[in-house]
């Protein structure tokens, strides 16, 4: 099935479902490029801290990137106001797909023909969401990372996404500031985070052996690659918990995964030392 692409994008909205960590930080790419970005919430709360970190960030990104405009940023606990002429939705709430699958059901009944649905999912392939889409051809994964300062975007058909809507993505999205790669096929991780998780995961190997210790596998990483931090470092960051739900992820596909990176994980969470989060996890942190 083909997709009518949308039309004068640069006068048309880009609204973003959920204005949590990420999906302000995806609003404020869209702002950067001059658009009027919108942002979704339930949460009187969150839509504030959403438009207040839009609005302070977003001059020096502007300031960094050449050809970038200030665009505005407006906030909304209406759905379908907030979808209103947009050429972009962007779904970013939580990775549970009893809400996923029927909020693409109400935005495909919701928005304009020609409007492009996309999940930021960083868990489930795009074909997952679509149960109660009349319209598969116009949904697909498109991923960040954590812009500004990690600015590639995963985009993944789902299976039945018009091509034509991929390749018009790829030529607009660098006009703010992201950096679209394509998965040719369907991957859990996409790109990047699949090739990540593969050295999380013998990271966590070469400890599970006794091959070595966090500390040193850290160290010497900082050392070899250059990078301010090392994978138990950057682990402890996003929370071990939800590094044992991914590794999880990854299993339930695959079950010839080595044992040993999950039942480590496993000590530090049954315990309860999630990393940063929790002031403990491979580090102590006294903050």
Partial sequence: MTHQLPED???????????????????????????????????????????????????????????????????????????????????????????????????????????????????????HVIGEVTHPERVLNMHFYMPPQQNAVDLMSDGQTDPAVIEFLRGELPHYGVHPFVAHRESTGFIFNRIWAAIKRESLAVVADG????????????????????????????????VLDIEDHYAAEDPHLPEGPRRLLHEYVDAGHLGRKTGRGFYGYDD
């Fill in 9 to 127: 994008v640069r006068d048309r909205p880009v609204t973003v479902i959920g204005g949590g960590t990420l999906g302000r930080r995806i609003a404020l790419m869209f702002a950067s490029g001059g658009a009027e970005a919108r942002i979704h919430d339930l949460s009187a709360e969150v839509r504030a801290a959403a438009v207040a970190f839009v609005e302070e960030t977003l001059p020096s990104v502007v300031a960094g990137r050449e050809g970038a405009e200030a665009g505005t940023i407006r906030a909304f606990d209406d759905l379908d106001e907030a979808v209103a002429g947009a050429w972009l939705v962007i779904e970013a709430i939580p990775e549970r797909l009893d809400l996923k699958t029927p909020l693409f059901g109400r935005l495909d009944a919701a928005v304009a023909p020609d409007t492009i649905l996309a999940t930021n999912s960083s868990s489930y392939a795009s074909r």
């Fill in 211 to 242: 091959v070595s210790t966090p500390e040193d596998v850290d160290a010497m990483w900082m050392v070899n690659t250059g990078a301010p931090a090392g994978p138990f470092r950057m682990m402890d960051q996003v929370g071990l918990d939800v």
